[in-house]
């Protein structure tokens, strides 16, 4: 009996020792619930020592203890005498909480109570949960489609995106499934269906299960009628789950059209820089230097396209030297725009031209890039230059010939002058401003109401004009003005625009007024020359008509026998005769000069008849044998005294210069007169006229020959005579062998 008290104790013993080892907390109570053994571990748990508990009931050392769901367990437990376990908050006197798994064994004496305390573990789980409910949360607020699914493919969980698209897009839709769904079999479906980015989409989500890859990304379509779509699909391993990924469906089509709108731009510009007829160049922000170079500007300058690779834009001749490119550099990088109007610039052949330079600073992808247009100007350069001249020449024109111009805009009413309209006004540009007010008050008081009425006509007809009128100048004279005006009309035909010469003509009206004077002396000159040249030679020519007649008196009275005193008279008669015919030619002389022309019906035949008859007796005449040939079609109108005159001189020179020594002499007169014109040819066969003194016939007092009996006027006169009736002239002769005149009359109908 003793033996087995002791084993007991020892078994015990044991027993306690093994309990003290152990990490749970070790209590066991007796039927009144009183303390009979705690271990270490159960103290720390129970926030009291051995002492405090040992010897204590429960109920004395947690006052409240019975109405918790452990004392429940407890009571259970101890009567019906069965096992259990539960897990539970536990909550202290100084109203701290623990929570514990407590494991509840029946023993005889009383129940043995095995604790582990699980707070840190809850406190997890709490915050797990927590932070699951925080990362749901979060999910559903993204755009993106979400979904975690197992390595059979499974869904496991979505986010609200996701599940909103698959509701509005159909549950059949290509990678659009809910909880409970297979992704790896809609894939299949899709698959069979010849969709390749379903087959990439299905290969790409496995190989991060199998740890090929850390993830996946995959850019697809996915168009509905209505709209074009494109996502990104981004496969990544959930973490601390190694069977589970997470599938994000990424909506990147306004990221797509933006990026196919800045490729559709980056191809527009690459073609304008292609195509460009401005030179352009790229440089590096940072550097200056060039990295890229557009067709136009190789082909301008001639250099190959590598040449300018590398370079800063000194090295190819934009700059006199690198110090000057640097300046231009750094204005650039301040103010991001630099403009040169312009630049010298030199090709590869050595040819100079002018360029504008402009260049700015802009982003592309969020890094700086600098354009540089160079614009050839060599020829507007060249043109601007033309025109600065024109206008310098203009002005030494109008300063030398007194002229200036003006405009008005009909639209806007402002008028413009020139300097030379200044000069002319004698004023300065900046005293009076242009306008038809300050013009109007500018015109001498008894002009002014005339240029009003010319202004007002010439605004209501729309045509060309012209006026003239006096003004004060500046310095107080008077002068003359001439103005000529039109209009410039729009495509509507409608005038927008009136401009203008104006001449100062004030010496030009003084000449005019000397000239006149001077006219009208000359008119008064010309009559009384006529009144004398009438008087003179009809004073003349009656006594020496008288002595002719005295002289064939004398002539009968002598005998034939008296060879002497014949030869006297006979020489006597010639130099009156002489005398006579020079007279004769003065008067046609002065007639012609001065006589209007008479328009005449001409008959040619008569003519040749009258002027035939006049130098009937003329000698050496019956020695020629004279022939007439005449077709006249038509009226012909004329002046009859002149052309009877011409005719008088040329026949009577053929008769004169016959030559004696041919026995068959004769004039060949031929006319042919139209509506248009009349040709008079007089052909002979005279003694000619040498080669050298042709063109000296029709001079006044030239004589052809020594054997001329005649003054010289004669040729002069019929030249003359043409010139008045705007005829002309010719002569064709050979000495010795004859001469022919041809005379061209228009016939003035």
């Known amino acids: 009996m003793e033996n087995n008290a002791n084993e007991i104790l020892e078994c015990e013993s044991q027993l306690h020792n093994s309990f003290d080892n152990m990490l749970e907390g070790v209590q066991i109570v ?14 720390k748990q129970s926030k009291l020592t051995k002492e405090e508990l040992l010897g204590y009931t429960m109920l004395e050392k947690y006052p409240g203890i019975e109405s918790t769901e452990m004392f429940k367990a407890l009571q259970q437990c101890m009567t019906k005498r069965v096992s259990n376990y539960i897990e539970t908050e536990f909550k202290f006197h100084d109203n701290s909480t623990s929570w514990f798994n407590v494991s509840i064994k029946p023993i005889p004496e009383g129940l043995l109570i095995l604790t582990i305390e699980v707070t840190n573990q809850k406190n997890a789980e709490a915050q797990f949960q927590e932070s699951e409910i925080f990362s749901s949360a979060i999910l559903s607020s993204l755009n993106s489609h979400i979904a975690v699914i197992g390595s059979n493919g499974g869904v496991l969980m979505v986010n609200k995106a996701w599940d909103d698209f698959a509701k509005e897009n159909g549950e059949a839709r290509n990678n659009r499934v809910s909880i409970g769904s297979n992704y790896f079999d809609v894939c299949k479906k899709s698959i069979l269906r010849g969709d390749l980015y379903a087959e990439a989409a299905m290969e790409g989500i496995k190989s991060v299960f199998n740890k090929e890859n850390v993830n996946f990304e995959l850019e697809y379509p996915c168009h509905s009628p209505d709209e074009k779509r494109w996502f990104i699909l981004k496969v990544t391993p959930f973490e601390g789950e190694a069977q589970k990924v997470v599938i994000a469906h990424l909506d990147v089509t306004q990221h797509k059209m933006a990026e196919m709108s800045n490729k559709a731009n980056e191809t527009k510009y690459r073609r304008l820089f292609e195509s460009a007829k401005d030179g352009i160049l790229i440089l590096n922000a940072d550097t200056g230097k060039i990295e890229d170079v557009n067709p136009f500007l190789v082909h301008i300058l001639g250099f190959p396209f590598n040449y300018f690779i590398g370079k800063e834009l000194w090295e190819i001749g934009l700059f006199k030297d690198k110090e000057a490119s640097k300046t231009a550099f750094l204005e650039l990088q301040e103010n991001k725009y630099i403009r040169y109007d312009d630049l010298p610039l030199k090709t590869k052949e050595g040819k100079h031209l002018n360029v504008e330079f402009v260049s700015n600073v802009y982003l592309v992808n969020e890094q700086k890039v600098i354009q540089c247009n160079i614009r050839d100007i060599t020829e507007r350069v060249a043109a601007e230059e033309s025109i600065r001249k024109s206008e310098r020449r203009l002005i030494e024109a109008q300063e030398i010939s007194h002229t200036g111009n003006w405009e008005m805009d009909l639209i806007t009413n402002v008028s413009v002058w020139s300097d030379g309209f200044y000069n002319i006004l004698g004023l300065k540009r900046q005293s009076i401003p242009p306008s038809i007010e300050a013009f109007l008050d500018l015109i001498y008081f008894e002009d002014r109401a005339n240029v009003k009425k010319g202004i007002q006509e010439t605004l209501n007809t729309l045509t060309t004009s012209t006026i003239n009128f006096r003004f004060i100048h500046n310095d107080g004279s008077l002068k003359f003005v001439y103005s000529e005006c039109q209009f410039e ?15 100062d003509i004030t010496e030009q009206k003084k000449v005019e007024e000397r000239l006149e004077h001077q006219n009208n002396e000359l ?17 003349l020519r009656a006594p020496l008509t008288s002595v002719l007649g005295l002289i064939d008196i004398i002539d009968e009275n002598i005998l034939p026998t008296d060879i002497e005193q014949k030869e006297l008279i006979g020489m006597m008669k010639q130099s009156i005769s002489k005398l006579d015919n020079f007279i004769v030619d003065i008067i046609s002389y002065s007639r012609n000069s001065r006589m209007e022309i008479e328009k005449d019906i001409i008959n040619f035949e008569e003519l040749i008849n009258e002027s035939r008859q006049t130098l009937e007796y003329m000698e050496g005449d019956s020695q020629c044998k004279i022939n007439v040939d005449v077709i006249q079609i038509g009226k012909f109108i004329s002046d009859r005294t002149r052309l009877l005159t011409n005719l008088n001189n040329l026949i009577s020179n053929a008769i004169k210069y016959q030559d004696k020594s041919k026995p068959n002499s004769y004039i060949n007169i031929t006319v042919h007169s139209n509506d248009w014109n009349a040709i008079i040819t007089i052909e002979d066969n005279g003694i000619g006229i040498a080669d050298d003194k042709q063109e000296r016939v029709f001079e006044m007092f030239y004589r052809a020959t020594k054997l001329s009996k005649g003054s010289g006027l004669g040729m002069y006169i019929v030249k003359e005579t043409l010139d008045k009736l705007n005829g002309t002239i010719t002569v064709k002769s050979k000495l010795n062998i004859g001469t022919t005149f041809t005379v061209t009359l228009p016939n003035l109908i």
């Open 489 to 503: 009309f729009d495509n509507k035909n409608i005038p927008v625009r009136l401009y203008g010469i104006v001449q």
């Open 30 to 43: 007796d039927s009144n619930w009183r303390y009979k053994y705690v271990n270490d571990a159960l103290t």
């Open 523 to 539: 008119k008064k000159i010309n009559s009384e020359l006529d009144k004398f040249v009438y008087s003179t030679s009809h004073d």
